[in-house]
C-alpha cells in the first residue's frame, strides 16, 4: 500500500474514532441519574517561558512561590517540551492532541480553521462549560472553537479585517488618548523597559483580573474549563518597575555558550532590536534577564491571585490545574534570541500539574517526574481528569497516567522539529531528556547532547569517536521516526538532504 493511501484511509479512521468519541461524551453528559462530581480545569499557560525559569525548577534567584505551590500540590515534570517551538504549532499540539506531522503545521505559520477533534469541543461535549481568557493566537481570531466566551488580548496582532482585542478596547475606555505600546520596545525586541504606564493597565494585570473575576461570579450547574493564557513573558520584556527592582543584574544566570556556537555570534551594528541572534555581550543578555524574570513573576502573583479566588469560592479541591507554556526564550543563549530552536532553552518548557483531593494520589504529590512530555499530552491529560473518552487516534497520552505510575506505555523519547524560519536551519531532533539528537536537513550537520551530565548543551559529541555508538543509535531512532514522510525525508534507509522549506504536512487540514 503507497504512502499517500495509507494516510488517507489513517485520516477517515481517526476522523470516525473522533466524531465517534465526541458524540459517546455528549450523551454521557446528557445521561440521566447522578453523574460523579467533575473537576474543575484551570488551565494556565504563559508564552515563551522558558522551562528553567521557575523556583520549583531549581532557579535560585527567579521568585515564583505560587507556581512553586502548584508544583508542591501535584508534580513538576523536568523534562517538557514543546515540539515545534513556536507559537502556532505549539497551539495547534495543544488542540488537536497529535505531534507536528500528523496536525500538520512543521513551523509557523497561520493554524488551521478546523482540525478534526478539538479540545474545547471535546470537553464541551463532556459537559464542560469552557471560556478563554488572554492570548488564543487562533485564525479567524474571534473564533470560539467550542468555547462558550472569550476575553482576547491578542497583543496588538489583527489578522482579521476590523479585529481589536477585548483588552485593547477595554485599554482605550480606562485610559482615552493613551498608548497601550507606549513603552517602546517590539514584540520581539532583546531590549527591556520597565512598563512606561500605570501597573493597572499592563495586559498581564488584565488577564489576572478577568480570570479573578471569572471565578468570582461562576454560578452555573457545570463544571467549567477556564483557560487563562498570558501574552508575557514574550517580549517585550516590560514588567512594571517594582518588577524588575526585584532582581539586580549581577544576580541573573550569564549566557551558556557552546564550544560549537561561533556561527551564530555575528549581528549587523547597531543590532537590530529585534534580531535573532549575535554575541551583545552579557551585560545586555543580563540587562534582558532581569526585564524577563520580572515578567515572569508578575504573571506569577497574578496566578496567586486566581488561586486564592479558586480557595475563597471553595473550588481549589475540585479544580486540576495545569499550568505549561507554548515554547521557551533563548536569551541570548548560544548567542541565540526567541525561539524556533531545538535547544533546551526553546525547547524545554515548564509543565505542572495539580490534581483534585478527590483523584487521591497524595503520596505522589510534591514529585519531579522526568518522564518526556509535551503539549500534544495536555488534551488526553484533560479529557481523562473529565472522565471523557480518548480518541485512539491521538499521539498525546495523559500526564496523569504517569502520576499514577503507569509505566507500561512509557513513551522513551520525544520528536521535535521547526521548518526554515530565521535562517536556512530547518531540522529534526529526538531527545529522551537524557540525550539530545538533531538533524539539519539543509546541510546534513547533526549535533548530539548528554543533557544530564551537559544540561546547558556546550559539548557537541556528534565529532567525538567516543560517542560514535550513541551517534549511530539516535540517527537510526530519527530515520524510524522520519520513515512515514517518505522519500522527502528517509532515502534508502538514510537521512535526505532538503534545500526547501516545507512548513505544512499533507495532513493539514484544507482551509474552507
Given at each position: 500500500m503507497g504512502l499517500d493511501c495509507w494516510m488517507k484511509m489513517t485520516r477517515r479512521s481517526f476522523l470516525r474514532s473522533a466524531a465517534a468519541v465526541t458524540a459517546a461524551a455528549s450523551l454521557a453528559a446528557e445521561a440521566a441519574g447522578t453523574p460523579r462530581r467533575k473537576p474543575n480545569i484551570l488551565y494556565l499557560m504563559s508564552d515563551q517561558h522558558r522551562g528553567d525559569c521557575l523556583g520549583c525548577a531549581g532557579n535560585r534567584v527567579i521568585k515564583t512561590p505560587h507556581l512553586d505551590s502548584v508544583a508542591a500540590d501535584g508534580v513538576r515534570f523536568s523534562r517538557a517540551y514543546s515540539s515545534t517551538p513556536s507559537c502556532t504549532p505549539a497551539r495547534s499540539a495543544i488542540l488537536t492532541g497529535l505531534s507536528p506531522w500528523h496536525h500538520g503545521m512543521l513551523g509557523y505559520g497561520r493554524i488551521a480553521d478546523k482540525y478534526p477533534f478539538e479540545l474545547p469541543g471535546a470537553l464541551r461535549g463532556a459537559g464542560y462549560y469552557l471560556f478563554g481568557i488572554g492570548k488564543m493566537h487562533w485564525y479567524p481570531q474571534r473564533k470560539l472553537r467550542g468555547y462558550h466566551g472569550t476575553e482576547l488580548d491578542e497583543s496588538g496582532r489583527a489578522q482579521t479585517p476590523g479585529f481589536v482585542s477585548d483588552y485593547r478596547i477595554w485599554f482605550g475606555k480606562q485610559a482615552p488618548g493613551?498608548?497601550?505600546?507606549?513603552?517602546?520596545?517590539?514584540?520581539?525586541?532583546?531590549?527591556?523597559?520597565?512598563?512606561?504606564?500605570?501597573?493597572?493597565?499592563?495586559?498581564?494585570?488584565?488577564?489576572?483580573?478577568?480570570?479573578?473575576?471569572?471565578?468570582?461570579?461562576?454560578?452555573r450547574s457545570e463544571p467549567f474549563m477556564l483557560k487563562v493564557s498570558f501574552a508575557r513573558p514574550h517580549s517585550p520584556y516590560d514588567p512594571p518597575k517594582r518588577f524588575i527592582e526585584m532582581y539586580k543584574e549581577d544576580d541573573m544566570p550569564a549566557p551558556v555558550v557552546g564550544d560549537w556556537a561561533g556561527r551564530y555570534a555575528e549581528h549587523k551594528d547597531p543590532p537590530n532590536p529585534s534580531l535573532w541572534r549575535g554575541d551583545l555581550g552579557v551585560r545586555q543578555a543580563k540587562e534582558s534577564r532581569r526585564a524577563y524574570y520580572g515578567s515572569v513573576s508578575f504573571i506569577d502573583e497574578q496566578i496567586g491571585r486566581i488561586l486564592a479566588a479558586l480557595k475563597k469560592r471553595g473550588m481549589y479541591d475540585n479544580t486540576l490545574i495545569v499550568f505549561f507554556s507554548d515554547h521557551g526564550d533563548m536569551l541570548g543563549d548560544h548567542h541565540l534570541w526567541r525561539k524556533t530552536y531545538a535547544y533546551e532553552g526553546s525547547a524545554n518548557i515548564p509543565m505542572l500539574l495539580r490534581w483534585p483531593k478527590s483523584m487521591g494520589m497524595d503520596d505522589r504529590r510534591g514529585m519531579t517526574l522526568s518522564e518526556p512530555v509535551e503539549l500534544r499530552d495536555v488534551l488526553p491529560t484533560l479529557l481523562d481528569a473529565a472522565g471523557a473518552p480518548v480518541p485512539a487516534g491521538l499521539d498525546g497520552r495523559s500526564m496523569l497516567d504517569a502520576v499514577r505510575g503507569k509505566t507500561r506505555n512509557r513513551r522513551p523519547y520525544i520528536d521535535l522539529e521547526h521548518s526554515m524560519c530565521y535562517s536556512k536551519d530547518h531540522w529534526n531532533a529526538l531527545t529522551d531528556g537524557a540525550f539530545k539528537y538533531i538533524y539539519f536537513a539543509f546541510d546534513g550537520r547533526e549535533q548530539l547532547f548528554d543533557l544530564e551530565h551537559d544540561p546547558g548543551e556546550l559539548r557537541d559529541l556528534a565529532a567525538e569517536p567516543s560517542h560514535k555508538n550513541e551517534l549511530l543509535e539516535w540517527r537510526g531512532r530519527m530515520v524510524e521516526h522520519l520513515l512515514e514522510r517518505g522519500e522527502q525525508f528517509v532515502s534508502n534507509g538514510k537521512l535526505t538532504m532538503r534545500k526547501k522549506r516545507l512548513l505544512y504536512s499533507p495532513n493539514f487540514p484544507k482551509r474552507t
Amino acid at each position: 500500500m503507497g504512502l499517500d493511501c495509507w494516510m488517507k484511509m489513517t485520516r477517515r479512521s481517526f476522523l470516525r474514532s473522533a466524531a465517534a468519541v465526541t458524540a459517546a461524551a455528549s450523551l454521557a453528559a446528557e445521561a440521566a441519574g447522578t453523574p460523579r462530581r467533575k473537576p474543575n480545569i484551570l488551565y494556565l499557560m504563559s508564552d515563551q517561558h522558558r522551562g528553567d525559569c521557575l523556583g520549583c525548577a531549581g532557579n535560585r534567584v527567579i521568585k515564583t512561590p505560587h507556581l512553586d505551590s502548584v508544583a508542591a500540590d501535584g508534580v513538576r515534570f523536568s523534562r517538557a517540551y514543546s515540539s515545534t517551538p513556536s507559537c502556532t504549532p505549539a497551539r495547534s499540539a495543544i488542540l488537536t492532541g497529535l505531534s507536528p506531522w500528523h496536525h500538520g503545521m512543521l513551523g509557523y505559520g497561520r493554524i488551521a480553521d478546523k482540525y478534526p477533534f478539538e479540545l474545547p469541543g471535546a470537553l464541551r461535549g463532556a459537559g464542560y462549560y469552557l471560556f478563554g481568557i488572554g492570548k488564543m493566537h487562533w485564525y479567524p481570531q474571534r473564533k470560539l472553537r467550542g468555547y462558550h466566551g472569550t476575553e482576547l488580548d491578542e497583543s496588538g496582532r489583527a489578522q482579521t479585517p476590523g479585529f481589536v482585542s477585548d483588552y485593547r478596547i477595554w485599554f482605550g475606555k480606562q485610559a482615552p488618548g493613551q498608548n497601550p505600546d507606549a513603552t517602546g520596545i517590539g514584540w520581539n525586541d532583546y531590549r527591556a523597559r520597565a512598563y512606561a504606564l500605570a501597573e493597572e493597565l499592563h495586559p498581564t494585570k488584565w488577564t489576572g483580573d478577568r480570570a479573578v473575576d471569572f471565578i468570582e461570579k461562576y454560578n452555573r450547574s457545570e463544571p467549567f474549563m477556564l483557560k487563562v493564557s498570558f501574552a508575557r513573558p514574550h517580549s517585550p520584556y516590560d514588567p512594571p518597575k517594582r518588577f524588575i527592582e526585584m532582581y539586580k543584574e549581577d544576580d541573573m544566570p550569564a549566557p551558556v555558550v557552546g564550544d560549537w556556537a561561533g556561527r551564530y555570534a555575528e549581528h549587523k551594528d547597531p543590532p537590530n532590536p529585534s534580531l535573532w541572534r549575535g554575541d551583545l555581550g552579557v551585560r545586555q543578555a543580563k540587562e534582558s534577564r532581569r526585564a524577563y524574570y520580572g515578567s515572569v513573576s508578575f504573571i506569577d502573583e497574578q496566578i496567586g491571585r486566581i488561586l486564592a479566588a479558586l480557595k475563597k469560592r471553595g473550588m481549589y479541591d475540585n479544580t486540576l490545574i495545569v499550568f505549561f507554556s507554548d515554547h521557551g526564550d533563548m536569551l541570548g543563549d548560544h548567542h541565540l534570541w526567541r525561539k524556533t530552536y531545538a535547544y533546551e532553552g526553546s525547547a524545554n518548557i515548564p509543565m505542572l500539574l495539580r490534581w483534585p483531593k478527590s483523584m487521591g494520589m497524595d503520596d505522589r504529590r510534591g514529585m519531579t517526574l522526568s518522564e518526556p512530555v509535551e503539549l500534544r499530552d495536555v488534551l488526553p491529560t484533560l479529557l481523562d481528569a473529565a472522565g471523557a473518552p480518548v480518541p485512539a487516534g491521538l499521539d498525546g497520552r495523559s500526564m496523569l497516567d504517569a502520576v499514577r505510575g503507569k509505566t507500561r506505555n512509557r513513551r522513551p523519547y520525544i520528536d521535535l522539529e521547526h521548518s526554515m524560519c530565521y535562517s536556512k536551519d530547518h531540522w529534526n531532533a529526538l531527545t529522551d531528556g537524557a540525550f539530545k539528537y538533531i538533524y539539519f536537513a539543509f546541510d546534513g550537520r547533526e549535533q548530539l547532547f548528554d543533557l544530564e551530565h551537559d544540561p546547558g548543551e556546550l559539548r557537541d559529541l556528534a565529532a567525538e569517536p567516543s560517542h560514535k555508538n550513541e551517534l549511530l543509535e539516535w540517527r537510526g531512532r530519527m530515520v524510524e521516526h522520519l520513515l512515514e514522510r517518505g522519500e522527502q525525508f528517509v532515502s534508502n534507509g538514510k537521512l535526505t538532504m532538503r534545500k526547501k522549506r516545507l512548513l505544512y504536512s499533507p495532513n493539514f487540514p484544507k482551509r474552507t
